[in-house]
Each structure stands twice: as C-alpha cells, then as structure tokens.
C-alpha cells in the first residue's frame, strides 16, 4: 500500500455520492478540499466521525475547506446515514476499493488479533491545485477535522 505524502498529486476520482450524482476531485478545483475514508456508515466510529465533521461544517467552510467522506457503501445507504444526522456533505460510494487503494485508504488491518483487508480510516487534506497538504493514515474519528482545521491554521 503506497502512503501519500504532502506534495503529491492527490489521485482523481468520479464517484457516485448519496443522492446518485458523479462527484470528481475536478469538481473541487481552485479549492481546499478535506477527503476522508470511512469503514462503514452508520457504525458508532462512522457516526461519530462524521456528526464531528458536520459539527465543524462553519468552521471549516470559514477556512475555505469543503468535505468529501469515502465508503465502500452503495449510495442507498449512504443516503441513509446523510439523512438520520443531517450531515449535509458528499458522501461518495467506492464499492471496488478503487480509489481507496488510490489513496493507500485500503489494506491489511488487524482486529482482535484477526487480519483482513479494509478501509484504513484516513484523511487528506488537497489545496486547490490538487496536492496533499496532510495525509493522515489510523486517524481516530474525532480527530479527523481538529487535524484539518490546525493544518489549515499553519499549526
């Protein structure tokens, strides 16, 4: 799994977010976008993760930064979870693990001393001409926009 570090190029992506409408990285250009992987919605780490994000939503659009949450889950059930807490930002579907593994999102994990393969909760933070400012891979879910938000703040 190949880790991205600040200064690359973030990979492109299309996907389809919770209401079935293609959203691609293009879509963000000229600004600060804030990328996050997700194991599954409507988890209690899942949950957490992004009620904080959505909690934050003022703060982080003050900074000029929109959100964009990742999950293998269908758009069904992403739509679901924007619906039962309101979180209001894209939540795209990544079924094939594509563009997780892209972002170095997927891989090995262990659980109680049992390995499988899954999503590695992570967050990226891309400026506006498509570079990583920040990776950071095993984020705790109410980590991931306190991170953004002191990286954004030059701290």
Request: charge should be positive.
């Amino acid at each position: 799994m190949a880790r991205l570090k600040p200064g690359d190029p973030a990979p492109a992506f299309q996907l389809p977010d919770q209401r079935g409408k293609t959203v691609s990285l293009a879509d963000f250009g000229g600004q600060k976008l804030l990328i996050y992987f997700y194991p599954r919605a409507d988890t209690p780490g899942c949950t957490r993760q992004a009620c904080s994000i959505r909690d934050a939503r003022e703060e982080l659009g003050d900074l000029g930064l929109a959100v964009v949450g990742i999950s293998p889950d269908q758009p069904g059930k992403q739509q679901k979870f924007d619906d039962k807490y309101g979180l209001n930002f894209p939540l795209l579907a990544d079924p094939d693990h594509r563009v997780a593994g892209a972002f170095g999102a997927w891989g090995e994990k262990t659980l109680y001393g049992k390995k499988s393969m899954g999503i590695i909760r992570s967050s990226f933070l891309i400026d506006g001409t498509g570079k990583i400012m920040a990776a950071w891979y095993g984020v705790k879910p109410e980590d991931t926009a306190p991170k953004a938000q002191k990286a954004l703040a030059g701290g």
